[in-house]
């Protein structure tokens, strides 16, 4: 199963400026994030001075046949780029560990 770019992901231009996606229909969450489609815009803080990056448009490579609205959601591995045609980093935050998992390290040892 692909994995849907939602509004929790972390995307990056190439100047480390973090964006900042606009759902434009805010139907479907996964881990509180609402999931994009095309043609969703996004703002870009760019750190860059000359001609900085200001947004992007999302695309959908069209590797998923996920719809919503008749419009494709976008995956997390879709290539996209900002408006000056400059590519994109975007990563989807990683799942929290576990409280399991966290306890089993955390345990004091038993004498
Ligand atoms: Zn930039």
Excluded at 98 to 105: G, N
Aim: with cysteine.
């Amino acid at each position: 199963m692909p994995q849907p770019l939602t509004t929790n992901a972390i995307i990056k231009c190439p100047h480390q400026g973090l964006g900042t996606t606009i759902p434009s229909l805010p139907k479907w969450q996964i881990n509180g994030g609402y999931v994009c489609v095309e043609q969703d815009t996004g703002t870009i803080v760019c750190p860059q001075l000359n001609n900085p990056c200001v947004g992007y448009t999302l695309q959908s490579m069209g590797l998923n046949a996920t719809k919503i609205d008749e419009r494709k959601v976008i995956l997390v591995t879709d290539f996209n780029k900002t408006l000056n045609g400059l590519p994109l980093d975007i990563t989807e935050k990683p799942r929290r560990r576990s409280r399991s998992s966290f306890r089993r390290r955390h345990l004091p040892h038993r004498w």
